[in-house]
């Protein structure tokens, strides 16, 4: 079950992204926000920084496996395949 809308609740990838016309030059927090699943949001269940039964936690793994397992290979691909 993927989650969408003005809150997802699911853990997503952040890449800051400089913007030039901001001074001094800085952050423009709404093109920072990647919502293409990567196999590395993975992290914090992983690493047990959230706790399993976590609702973002298990959103999280769950849109990993959905978008991301490949039965050809037996595991999980680091993005989507083309």
């Known amino acids: 079950m993927q989650v969408d809308g003005p809150r997802r609740q699911s853990f997503i990838k952040c890449i800051r992204v400089k913007e030039k016309n901001s001074n001094p030059i800085g952050y423009d927090a709404f093109a920072s926000s990647v919502i293409d699943v990567d196999v590395v949001e993975y992290a914090p269940a992983y690493?047990?920084?959230i706790e399993q039964q976590d609702i973002k936690n298990r959103y999280?793994?769950?849109r990993i496996h959905e978008n991301l397992w490949d039965s050809e290979i037996g595991g999980l691909n680091r993005y989507p395949e083309m």
């Open 47 to 49: 690493f047990g920084i």
């Open 60 to 62: 999280t793994v769950r």
